[in-house]
């Protein structure tokens, strides 16, 4: 069976590696001049660099854990968050050693107003009181340990050499056309098709755009400061009313020994044509749009598979897109 693949992000990257398993003729057309979507990651002066933010691997399904095994060692990085607050440096999700650090235990409002409102608003745009309850009913527990690993699955860790070498490596084989055109897919015969791209998009924009929330980027060189380390972690959120909502040392994913590091800042903002389509705002309005109009038209349609956080309008961490393509798949 001839497959055309649109999107070279970890969904398409899935999804090729798997199909061409079967012995199917697999292709990939990426809009991009570069593989691996969200997930990419380049090496810059001793430091390999998130170009789109933190991504931070971290699994409980051991199928998914194997299968990305076959193509990188992950090393044993265990995610530690911080949270900057008007109370000074804590350890989030909140939990015995963070209420040691301020010196008092905090109540679960207290929680929500020192470190979650300032956060959740800038970020998605909206006072805290106007956000759907899936998006504030969503904040980590306090914890009544000292446990300070701010996910908890059984499997953590980084790509020894990035994400984009195990891209690569995924890829071997599999013939990936870069800086394709939006369109260029279409007309083109194949067999089955799998589109990672905006479902909205698939179909034109019939009916309206999905709203997304969209993030800028400022990558900087800066000193390395001892604040960001292997052990004590990557990132800090801002739990206040700066502009952006996290600071992350690229070098500590990997542990690179430098003096100079590459610093990452995420300044949210409404996504439009000039910026990338990042979090669906899977609620209210879009929500009504993707389920009412996109979702039934993406049922009708054959020979075509929808998978990956953009075609199923739906934030996916890594571990779910590759899950939800090896079931997709699967079912077929
Ligand atoms: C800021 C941020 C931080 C994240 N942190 C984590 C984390 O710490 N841990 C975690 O597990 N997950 C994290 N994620 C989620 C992770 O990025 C996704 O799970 C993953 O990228 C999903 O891959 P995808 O292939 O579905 O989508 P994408 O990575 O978006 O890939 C889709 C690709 O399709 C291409 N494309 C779209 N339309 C077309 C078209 N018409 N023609 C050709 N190409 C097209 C795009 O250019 C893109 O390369 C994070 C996401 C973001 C945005």
Same mark, same amino acid.
């Given at each position: 069976? =001839?497959?055309?693949?649109?999107?070279?992000?970890?969904?398409?990257?899935?999804?090729?590696?798997?199909?061409?398993?079967?012995?199917?003729?697999?292709?990939?057309?990426? %809009?991009?001049?570069?593989?691996?979507?969200?997930?990419?990651?380049?090496?810059?002066?001793?430091?390999?660099?998130?170009?789109?933010?933190? &991504?931070?691997?971290?699994?409980?399904?051991?199928?998914?854990?194997?299968?990305?095994?076959?193509?990188? !060692?992950?090393?044993? /990085?265990?995610?530690?968050?911080?949270?900057?607050?008007?109370?000074?440096?804590?350890?989030? +999700?909140?939990? !015995?050693?963070?209420?040691?650090?301020?010196?008092?235990?905090?109540?679960?409002?207290?929680?929500?107003?020192?470190?979650?409102?300032?956060?959740?608003?800038? &970020?998605?745009?909206?006072?805290?009181?106007?956000?759907?309850?899936?998006?504030?009913?969503?904040?980590?527990?306090?914890?009544?340990?000292?446990?300070?690993?701010?996910?908890?699955?059984?499997?953590?860790?980084?790509?020894?050499?990035? /994400?984009?070498?195990?891209?690569?490596?995924?890829?071997?084989?599999?013939?990936?056309?870069?800086?394709?055109?939006?369109?260029?897919?279409?007309?083109?015969?194949?067999?089955?098709?799998?589109?990672?791209?905006?479902?909205?998009?698939?179909?034109?924009?019939?009916?309206?755009?999905?709203?997304?929330?969209?993030?800028?980027?400022?990558?900087? +060189?800066?000193?390395?400061?001892?604040?960001?380390?292997?052990? =004590?972690?990557?990132?800090?959120?801002?739990?206040?009313?700066? +502009? /952006?909502?996290?600071?992350?040392?690229?070098?500590?994913?990997?542990?690179?020994?430098?003096?100079?590091?590459?610093?990452?800042?995420?300044?949210?903002?409404? &996504?439009?044509?000039?910026?990338?389509?990042? /979090?669906?705002?899977?609620?209210?309005?879009?929500?009504?749009?993707?389920?009412?109009?996109?979702?039934?038209?993406?049922? @009708?349609?054959?020979?075509?598979?929808?998978?990956?956080?953009?075609?199923?309008?739906?934030?996916?961490? %890594?571990? %779910? @897109?590759?899950?939800?393509? %090896?079931?997709?798949?699967?079912?077929?």
């Amino acid at each position: 069976m =001839k497959v055309n693949i649109i999107g070279c992000g970890l969904s398409g990257i899935t999804a090729a590696v798997l199909l061409k398993e079967q012995g199917h003729q697999v292709e990939i057309f990426e %809009m991009r001049e570069h593989i691996g979507g969200n997930c990419y990651d380049y090496h810059q002066d001793g430091v390999t660099v998130h170009k789109y933010g933190a &991504h931070l691997f971290h699994t409980k399904d051991e199928e998914v854990w194997n299968f990305l095994g076959r193509y990188t !060692k992950f090393n044993n /990085y265990v995610h530690r968050v911080r949270a900057n607050t008007r109370l000074g440096l804590i350890s989030i +999700p909140f939990n !015995k050693k963070s209420a040691e650090q301020i010196g008092r235990d905090l109540s679960g409002p207290e929680i929500r107003e020192l470190i979650y409102r300032d956060y959740s608003e800038r &970020h998605w745009g909206i006072p805290w009181e106007e956000l759907p309850q899936s998006i504030s009913g969503r904040v980590p527990e306090k914890r009544d340990n000292y446990d300070d690993r701010y996910f908890t699955d059984a499997y953590q860790g980084q790509p020894v050499n990035g /994400y984009t070498e195990m891209f690569k490596a995924m890829l071997e084989g599999i013939t990936v056309h870069l800086g394709a055109e939006e369109d260029a897919w279409r007309g083109r015969h194949c067999d089955l098709l799998i589109f990672t791209g905006k479902v909205d998009a698939y179909f034109k924009y019939k009916w309206g755009r999905l709203p997304y929330r969209s993030l800028r980027f400022e990558h900087f +060189p800066a000193p390395k400061d001892p604040l960001f380390s292997f052990e =004590k972690g990557s990132v800090i959120n801002e739990c206040n009313r700066k +502009p /952006y909502n996290r600071t992350m040392d690229n070098s500590v994913y990997l542990d690179e020994k430098v003096e100079t590091t590459i610093l990452t800042r995420d300044y949210p903002e409404e &996504h439009d044509e000039t910026n990338l389509p990042i /979090y669906p705002k899977s609620f209210g309005h879009g929500r009504e749009l993707y389920s009412e109009r996109y979702k039934p038209a993406v049922a @009708a349609e054959t020979d075509v598979l929808f998978l990956g956080r953009l075609a199923t309008y739906a934030y996916l961490d %890594m571990w %779910m @897109a590759v899950k939800q393509v %090896m079931v997709k798949l699967g079912q077929r």
